[in-house]
């Protein structure tokens, strides 16, 4: 399981890349790779919260973010095992 961090150095861009942002977004939670994410209050960056094999296909997912593409945003990638989660969420730690 990894926790995706992004930090915005560029609102004008964060905002115009918004709609392709939450695209790319829609794309891996329609995989099953993504569980959660948002924006981080305030709004000087996100979170998202990702189920991938190992860290080599998470960089490379960030890679495809829009706001990654157009420089408007620096990621910290945090891989952590899930020991304890509500039942709901059971199936996601495999």
């Known amino acids: ?3 995706i961090i992004i930090q915005y ?3 004008e861009q964060i905002n115009a890349q918004l709609t392709a942002h939450r695209e790319f977004l829609d794309r ?3 995989k099953g790779q993504f569980l959660c994410s948002g924006a981080q209050k305030p709004r000087t960056g996100g979170i998202i919260v990702c ?3 190992d860290l ?3 960089e490379q997912i960030v890679k495809e973010d829009p706001f990654h ?3 408007a945003a620096e990621y910290t990638i945090v891989e952590f095992e899930a020991t304890k989660s ?3 969420l059971s199936g996601w730690f495999k």
Do not use: G, R, T, W
Request: proline share 5%.
């Open 56 to 58: 080599s296909v998470v």
């Open 28 to 30: 891996y939670y329609s």
């Open 86 to 88: 509500a039942p709901e």
């Open 1 to 3: 399981m990894f926790l």
């Open 51 to 53: 189920q991938a094999k």
């Open 9 to 11: 150095k560029d609102i």
């Open 69 to 71: 593409i157009h420089q």
